[in-house]
């Protein structure tokens, strides 16, 4: 297989001749882990400047931190690196004054909350407005580009972590979004997709890539591991509730629970009992920073034991729904803001809509709740369909 970044022949011909700025971190590397920039340089294409996306070029910052300053400098490539989770999630025209393209090139993790996809939007309809081309170098999803969970954003419910109305599981690539965001959404950028070669969109990251020598390059700093990634689709919801998601242990996302949390009680609740193709270890631990810091918390850490039956979406929906019937005293959703501007539940947010807290809040049925979260998945899967290159 070949990335993207690796199809040299094909970077070389659309960037001939023209002066860049890459959209990227230093995660963007290749097979060898060569960084992009290095790539880009090699092949005699002039990088004029780096974007960096949420958590910084340099994947320093944990999430929600805005980076203190816009523009920085890279002391290894002595050039502008420009921050688009600063005081602006878009770039200033000022930014692509002096470049041709913009080259995006980060690894998706498969989620619609992953904020790298809109920062991509927004770079994208910049390059429309100032007729500069958009080129990226695609990889594939590593969650596999098949499995699709959850409803969409309604309207009115749009985010920085839902700007469009796709699936919360979107079983796409980077390349194929942009192509149904440039389209379906009126951005109408002069964009070019360098193709993935040999990648079965059916397979998991960890059925090719630990065979062909490819290491997991954590894309933010709570995105360690491919395990990470296969429950994060539904484990990010856990954001907006007063449970730890894991944030501040070894293992984000993996692991979650509270201190007033009982393992008997979770575990016999029934709509735990009924999921499939995971289990529940109980443990215990103090997280180092984030929600319950130095506090010893009962919890659990996910095993997905057969991917074939596992839904990461309807898993946390279930410890959602057990946690809220079991402790109506302690659990809560968190109020807002979210993502510091957006005055909605931080839970609507990322759910698309406030009918399924609604829901659940009034009592109705684990079905009833699953059912207002998955609001739009068929609209989603008819377009979807018509951008899929692989």
């Not at 070029?57 to 420009?82: C, L, T, W």
Request: proline share 5%.
């Amino acid at each position: 297989m070949k990335i993207g970044l690796e199809k040299h022949s094909d970077i070389k011909k659309a960037l001939k001749g023209k002066k860049v700025s890459v959209l990227c971190n230093i995660s963007s590397v290749d097979k060898e882990l060569v960084h992009v920039v290095d790539v880009l340089k090699k092949l005699g294409v002039k990088v004029q400047s780096i974007m960096g996306p949420q958590h910084g070029f340099i994947i320093d910052k944990q999430d929600n931190m805005k980076e203190s300053g816009h523009i920085q400098r890279s002391a290894e490539y002595n050039i502008p690196v420009y921050s688009l989770y600063g005081t602006s999630r878009e770039p200033e025209d000022r930014m692509l004054a002096d470049v041709d393209s913009v080259v995006y090139d980060l690894q998706d993790v498969g989620a619609r909350y992953y904020t790298f996809i809109y920062t991509m939007a927004y770079v994208m309809k910049s390059c429309a407005k100032l007729k500069k081309q958009f080129v990226v170098l695609d990889r594939p999803n590593p969650v596999n580009g098949i499995n699709v969970e959850g409803g969409v954003v309604q309207k009115g419910f749009e985010s920085f972590v839902g700007l469009y109305p796709i699936s919360n599981r979107h079983g796409m690539s980077v390349g194929e979004l942009a192509l149904l965001f440039n389209n379906e959404f009126g951005i109408g950028c002069d964009l070019k997709v360098i193709k993935v070669s040999g990648w079965d969109r059916k397979k998991y990251w960890d059925q090719y890539a630990p065979k062909e020598g490819r290491a997991w390059i954590l894309p933010s700093p709570n995105m360690p591991a491919f395990d990470t990634a296969m429950v994060y689709p539904g484990q990010c919801l856990l954001e907006a509730t007063n449970v730890s998601e894991g944030r501040g242990t070894t293992k984000p996302f993996e692991i979650f629970g509270a201190t007033f949390i009982d393992h008997k009680s979770f575990l016999s609740h029934s709509a735990i009992k009924g999921l499939k193709g995971v289990k529940f270890r109980p443990l215990f631990f103090e997280p180092t920073f984030n929600k319950f810091k130095h506090d010893m918390c009962k919890g659990f850490q996910i095993h997905v034991t057969d991917r074939k039956t596992f839904d990461s979406l309807k898993t946390s929906l279930a410890i959602i729904y057990a946690l809220k019937n079991i402790y109506p005293n302690d659990f809560f959703f968190t109020p807002p803001p979210y993502e510091y501007e957006f005055e909605k539940m931080p839970i609507d947010i990322l759910l698309g809509s406030d009918r399924p807290r609604k829901s659940l809040e009034q009592g109705g049925s684990f079905k009833d709740f699953c059912s207002a979260v998955d609001e739009g998945k068929k609209g989603f899967l008819k377009i979807r369909k018509e951008y899929l290159i692989y």
